[in-house]
């Protein structure tokens, strides 16, 4: 399995603080069948900057330290991006780190409560330049909670989204969990990933979500996720399904 979205990187963020948390972390993920790990620490989110060549600079050595301990994980540099006014500019300076070696593909974080005004804007911009934004947890975010249909609107022009795996699994509540299921049910996700942070509160949980979704959808939906993330870690094009509208789900117990 590939995880394209991954805080393993010690010291640089809220994910692994020491190179020990890093080794368990790396340790349960092999544990889950994981192969490969697209590093994402945070960036320009008003807490955490983690430039391009940083982040290059951290994974190599992460990646050494691996090795030399026999642990078969394969690393590859990544960036999760807070959306921000200022993002064209910053990949123009070489600041941004995209998913594939040919610049095609960003991961971009939206603010947890809002959608910023220029953000359809900025989207166009990327797509002009033949960038496709991928929303990263949008089920995370208040707006699209609120309004999951709102996704489809960026889906609609272009961006792709990320789910995250406990998202799925109801480890951030059933509220979340509902809409992660609705927008899968929509074709509005076509990554899964752990965007995990440790090895007790926020781990992997990236097979459990794929047996999870098997069961839910289908063996084929879940190739098709397993296949996205190796195409856009390649550069590859992929073809997204066609998406519907958010089917409302109720939930016995809520409200």
């Known amino acids: 399995m590939i995880d394209l979205h991954c805080h393993i990187l010690p010291g640089v963020d809220d994910g692994a603080q020491t190179l020990e948390d890093s080794i368990a972390m790396a340790h349960a993920a092999v544990a889950e069948g994981i192969t490969h790990i697209l590093v994402t620490p945070h960036h320009n989110n008003g807490r955490y900057f983690n430039k391009r060549e940083d982040i290059i600079d951290k994974m190599k050595a992460l990646q050494l330290e691996f090795e030399e301990r026999q642990i078969p994980l394969t690393l590859f540099p990544g960036q999760e991006v807070r959306i921000t006014g200022e993002l064209i500019e910053s990949i123009q300076k070489g600041d941004i780190q995209f998913v594939d070696e040919e610049q095609q593909y960003l991961l971009i974080e939206f603010p947890t409560m809002t959608i910023p005004q220029f953000s359809e804007e900025l989207f166009f911009q990327l797509n002009k330049s033949k960038i496709t934004p991928i929303i990263v947890h949008p089920e995370r975010n208040q707006v699209f909670i609120d309004n999951p249909d709102r ?22 509540g059933k509220k979340i969990e509902k809409i992660s299921k609705q927008m899968v049910e929509a074709n509005l996700i076509h ?23 098997e069961k839910n959808v289908g063996i084929e939906k879940v190739a098709v996720y397993k296949q996205h993330a190796k195409d856009l870690i390649n550069g590859e094009t992929i073809s997204p399904f066609p998406i519907s509208k958010v089917k409302k789900h109720k939930f016995l117990g809520l409200f």
């Open 151 to 172: 996704l489809g609107t960026f889906i609609e022009r272009g961006a792709l989204a990320q789910l995250t795996a406990g998202s799925y699994l109801g480890y951030f």
């Open 191 to 213: 990554i899964i990933a752990s965007d995990a942070h440790n090895v007790t509160t926020r781990t992997f949980h990236l097979k459990e979500a794929y047996a999870k979704l």
